[in-house]
Each structure stands twice: as structure tokens, then as C-alpha cells.
């Protein structure tokens, strides 16, 4: 594994990676709420925006539409062990793993420490299965690469794309907890392949 899993373009000093971050979820928070056209349920879920800068603020999001799913137990996680799961349905497309980062605080993290995240398995270029793929090297937790094109995704920043052919980041799993508990509540961003993540 190479010593820096994340491009050069992207380690930028801390303002820019922030400012660029800020933009970015600007724009994914327009389509946050993403949901069918049935409306079955509705949880408010905590986001953690600009996770580790000094802009790290926690907003409040309504997801409707996606089934509450237990998908782990907080301490049953082990860090950088990937627990698999399918969200939100076992249909096309719905494998995704939640991870405990190793005391990382990523942006959507919940836990103590905010470092634990789930995210959908697909690439969202052309689908590439991206099993077994999770890194870890010093601060950063990658996904990826992907072994079709080599995309690569930032856990710590919602999946934004690092590198590779993809252009639309990893769609992000939202969890609440409760207790031990850790559910599956919504997803941001859209799965691959699916023209709403709630019709396989
Ligand atoms: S399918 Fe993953 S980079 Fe093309």
C-alpha cells in the first residue's frame, strides 16, 4: 500500500480542503432528504458536516421514506473491520458495510468518537464491486480502489470521489443510535444502477 492513499489534488492545506468540502456538501445537502414516493416512515438523523475542521457543525436531517434497519451494535465493532449489510432493501445493488474508523471523526459518524460510517459496496462510475477494499493509512479511510477503474473514495468526507473515473460520491448510509443499537435510517446520494434507491 502506498504511503498516501489520497491524491495530491486533494491534500490541499487545511482551508482549501475545507472550503472545497463546505461546496460540496452544499450541494449533496440539496438532495439529502432523497426519498420515494411513498412515504413510510420518518426519523431526524444528526449530521456532522465538515467533520474535524474548524467549520464542524451538526445539523438536523428529516429522512422519509426508508425503512430503520439494525445494522450493528456499537460495541460489537471492531475499528477497521467492515461489517457487510444490504440497505435499504436485499434487493439490485444494496450491499453496503459499516466500519468504526479507528477513532477518526468522519463527517455523518456516529459513536462516541464520530467515527463510525456505513457506506453502499457499488461504485458509482459503472458498479464496480468495491468489497475489501476499505484502507486505512494515518489519518485517512479510503475505499477503494475500485478494481474496474481505480476510483476512490474519502470516508471521512461523505465518499467524495479522490480519484479514478467515478464523478458522483459513495452513496452514504445515515445511522442514528440508540443505545448499542445502530440503525440504518436513509441514504445520501443515489445508489448505482437505481433510478430511486427505494425500487430495486
Ligand atoms: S466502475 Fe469503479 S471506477 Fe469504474
Known sequence: MSES???????????????????????????LMYSGSTAAAASTVSITLFAGTAQAETRKASVQGYPRKLVARLSELKDHQPVNFNYPDDGKNSQAMIVKMGDVQAGGGVGAKRDVVAFSYMCTHQGGPLQNTYKHVGDQRVMGQCPLHLSTYDLRRHGIIVSGQAYQSLPQVLLEVEGDNVYAVGIMGLLFGRQDNLSA
Open 5 to 31: 492513499i489520497v491524491s495530491k489534488e486533494q491534500t490541499t492545506d487545511k482551508d482549501e480542503s475545507a472550503e472545497a468540502h463546505g461546496k460540496c456538501m452544499l450541494n449533496r445537502r440539496k438532495f
